[in-house]
């Protein structure tokens, strides 16, 4: 349990649409610098703000966001 | 996607990022004062502040227009996207968490010091000094942990 990570694909999501981290903070509402400390892994974010996310680059959460480490390593 | 919208929010963000060190600024200087009055009541600066007072409203009126200016002609509505968006940052919220966590112990670990050095004094001023002390230190505690907090790391574009 204590470790397993959030793994996330955001980047890469986002490089895909060529978009950048102010133009993906815009389409799901928040500043650039939540999607900057996401994107480098210092912030955990709420299931609200992933499904916003998600929902600002048309993936699935899965998609998005992975759990990595521990016993139920996917 | 890069428009008006996103350097308004840059704009936002940086208004934000200054409105804060200005505060912190503004708050240390008045703390420093009000703690050199406690301390030295006949000293010139206690002398002077009666005279000066006057000049603190004018001042944060003038740093209020400063940074206002910095908003290149537009204003901060708190109803427009881009402020909600700040003021209701996860990112900013879990930081102001943080820092106000860290202050804490920072203005508990102070106390002793502070009142092994100020302890000394005759009671009323002891008191007012440990109280200015404690409130300037732990604002500014709060105010600079939480700027340290949230800086960006440099990833992405």
Partial sequence: MGDEVLHN???????????????????????????????????VPSVLLALKLAGALGVPV???FSIRGGPDHR | MTGS?????????????????????????????????????DGVISQWLPRVSVLVPVAIVLIAGALRATLGGDR????????????QDEWRRMNMARASRAAFV?????QVPLG??????????????????????????????????????????
């Fill in chain 2, 76 to 87: 901060w509505t708190p109803d427009a996207p881009e402020a909600r968006a700040i003021l």
């Fill in chain 1, 9 to 43: 694909t955001l980047k890469v999501q986002r490089a895909m649409r060529d978009l950048t981290q102010a133009d993906l903070a815009t389409m799901a509402g928040v500043t650039r610098k939540s999607v900057n400390a996401i994107e480098t892994g210092r912030m």
């Fill in chain 1, 62 to 64: 899965d998609a998005l």
């Fill in chain 2, 5 to 41: 919208i996103d350097s308004r929010s840059e704009r936002y963000l940086r208004f934000s990022h200054r409105s804060m060190v200005a505060v912190l600024v503004l708050m240390v200087m008045i703390g420093t004062v009000a703690l050199v009055v406690a301390l030295r009541p």
């Fill in chain 2, 116 to 157: 092994l050095w100020l302890g000394m004094l005759p009671s009323p001023r002891g008191v007012m000094a440990m109280a200015v002390t404690t409130m300037t230190f732990g604002l500014a505690a709060f105010i600079a942990l939480f700027l340290y907090f949230e800086r960006s790391a440099h990833d992405g574009g």
């Fill in chain 2, 106 to 110: 920072v203005v508990l670990a102070a």
